[in-house]
C-alpha cells in the first residue's frame, strides 16, 4: 500500500495532474501510477499505456475487478500511440497530462510524453534521488521536444520514504513534426 499507493497518490500534489480530464500513464506497467489516480480522480479519463499485452491483460482484469469506469489500457508503443490523431484511435495531443513511474531517464520520457500533451500540458515523473546528469539531459531533450522544466517537487509519500521526487515539464510550444521517433530510438539514442 504504501511504496505503490502512496507513492501514486504524491503525483495529485502537481495541480495540473489532479485538475487533468485526460491523462496517459506511459509504460503502465501493473497500472501504477495510472489506476491508482483513475480511483482518486473519478472525472478523469485514464488511458494506461502499455507495450506488453500481458501487461495490459492484467490491468484488464484490475479495471474490471473495480468496476471503474474512467480507465482503459492501450496496447500499443507510445511511439506509435501518439502518432495517430484521436478520431483514428490514437493519442495525439490529446492529453491534459501524462505520467510516468519507473519507465526511463528524463530524456526519454519528455520525447515519449511531448506528442500526446496538448499545448500547456504537463509531464509528471517519478523519480528517487535527483541527478544533476540526468537532470541537464531531460533539459536539453525538452527544449527539442517543445517542453520545458516546470518545477521539481520533492515528496515524502509514506514516513519511511526517502529521496522522492516529481519532475514536472509544462508542454509550451508545438512537438516539431519528426518526433515522436520510431520505436526503441528514444531509448537507443536519447535526445539528451
Known sequence: ?????????????????SSARRIADVGAGAGFPGLVLAIALPRAQVDLIESSGRK????????????????RSVTAR?????????PLGGGAGAYDAVT??????LAVLVE????LLRAGGVLVAWKGARDAGE???GNAAAEKVGMAVREVLP?????ASENRHLH???????????YPRRAGMARKRPLG
Open 135 to 137: 537532470e541537464g539531459a
Open 56 to 71: 495490459t491483460a492484467v490491468v484488464d482484469r484490475l479495471i474490471q475487478a473495480s468496476s471503474l469506469a474512467n480507465a
Open 155 to 159: 515528496v515524502q509519500p509514506y514516513p
Open 100 to 105: 510516468a513511474r519507473a519507465v526511463g531517464s
Open 1 to 17: 500500500m504504501e511504496v505503490h499507493v502512496a507513492d501514486s497518490l504524491s503525483g495529485l500534489g502537481v495541480r495540473e495532474l
Open 112 to 115: 515519449y510524453a511531448a506528442p
Open 78 to 86: 507510445v511511439e506509435d500511440f501518439a502518432r495517430v490523431p484521436p
Open 168 to 178: 514536472v515539464f509544462e508542454k509550451v510550444a508545438p512537438t516539431p513534426p519528426e
